[in-house]
């Protein structure tokens, strides 16, 4: 038996939909693409959508077009994938790291409040695994001191925060569909907006600045998505919610069955309804093995497993050093202590029932 930490959802319909690009010969952006952003608008609730080719991309060109540049502060989370702070940095701007909670692993309102300089001018809040960070607050920091916000929401594909989706909290939602992601295109991404002159930046800012074809207004990029990946990514929002509703039932059934001494599961906040990209257990003292001999153990047995992620931010030698006492000694414990078991929509009662008895067994 092996059960991968995660895989593709991928089926003859999303077969057919390329296909149908190949065979028509418009393989760049086109129609494909218009349809997907415009459908992904209506899911999430907002007014527009505009497709990129990875989520970093959607992160930077966000930024951009709310304005961040160089001399510019912006909060970020100090546990997250690397591409929430180096989009930042891409801008010129500085990113300032802030602490998470221990249970729900996201960024904290009152660290927010507390790293507010007079050159900030954005916060980024991260949706992380699949949980919704706590919004409100936040929008409130933000609202009282003109700071803009931007959800990464590369891995909360509908996720919910006080019953409405994610990515139309902020200024815009930045989402990924990178091949592990709970809705994939391959690689891509997208960014969501409901305020209009930010979507006509972003517009200008993915295809080379162009305002029409070879008149170029402004530094632009080429953000592009491809028709080949948008024809998957149409097909895959149909199945997204049917994809988290089996992720729920999966996470559920660990919840119910994982019994192990010192491996503590995770904690979901009441207000939202989280979409586990992610299923992240955080190991103890208490437990058995340290997590590297954990994780030879699961293998052995034909589990997969991964770390996310085994350095803070705010620790990669790209944002070194680091000041101590630690700024962020949260995010520094749990990039020690989590580990990620498989949640995938393809995993089975069989699969699940077999991963907990696997990691009961632990002594």
Do not use: W
Not at 18 to 34: H, T
Not at 197 to 216: F, I, M, W
Not at 322 to 337: I, N, Y
Not at 344 to 353: E, Q, Y
């Amino acid at each position: 038996m092996q059960i991968p930490v995660a895989r593709p959802v991928i089926g003859p319909d999303e077969v057919a939909a390329v296909s149908d690009v190949l065979m028509s010969g418009m393989l760049a952006q086109g129609e494909r693409v218009a349809e997907f952003e415009q459908k992904f608008a209506a899911y999430c609730g907002t007014a527009h959508a505009v497709a990129v080719n990875n989520g970093t991309a959607a992160l930077h060109a966000a930024l951009l077009a709310c304005g961040i540049g160089y001399g510019d502060e912006v909060i970020v989370p100090a546990f997250s994938f690397i591409a929430t702070a180096t989009a930042v940095s891409m801008c010129g701007a500085r990113p300032v790291f802030a602490d998470v909670d221990e249970e729900t692993f996201n960024i904290r309102p009152d660290q927010v409040k507390e790293r507010i300089t007079p050159k900030t001018k954005a916060v980024i809040g991260v949706h992380l695994f699949g949980q919704p960070f706590d919004v409100e607050p936040v929008q409130e920091t933000c609202e009282a001191n003109n700071l803009v916000l931007i959800e990464d929401a590369a891995q909360a594909h509908g996720a919910l925060y006080h019953g409405a989706k994610v990515g139309n909290f902020g200024r815009a939602g930045c989402f990924s569909f990178y091949a592990t992601k709970n809705m994939i295109t391959g690689e891509g991404g997208m960014i969501t907006t409901s305020d209009k002159p930010t979507a006509d930046r972003l517009r200008l800012l993915v295809n080379h600045g162009q305002s029409e074809k070879y008149l170029h207004t402004v530094l632009g990029y080429n953000y592009r998505m491809t028709d080949i990946s948008a024809a998957i990514g149409i097909v895959q929002l149909k199945k997204l919610d049917k994809f988290n509703l089996r992720r729920r039932k999966n996470a559920e059934y660990y919840a119910a069955n994982l019994s192990a001494k010192g491996l503590v599961k995770p904690k979901v906040a009441g207000n939202v309804q989280h979409v586990y990209h992610q299923y992240v257990v955080r190991l103890t003292e208490e437990f058995p093995l340290s997590r590297t001999a954990f994780m030879e153990y699961l293998k052995a047995k034909g589990i997969g497993s991964a770390v996310h992620y085994p350095l803070p931010i705010h620790r990669q030698p790209l944002y070194a050093p680091v000041a101590e006492p630690d700024p962020c000694p949260v995010a520094t414990r749990l990039a020690a202590t989590v580990l990620s078991l498989p949640v995938h929509p393809s995993l089975d009662t069989k699969d699940l029932a077999y991963i907990c008895e696997t990691i009961n067994k632990v002594k």
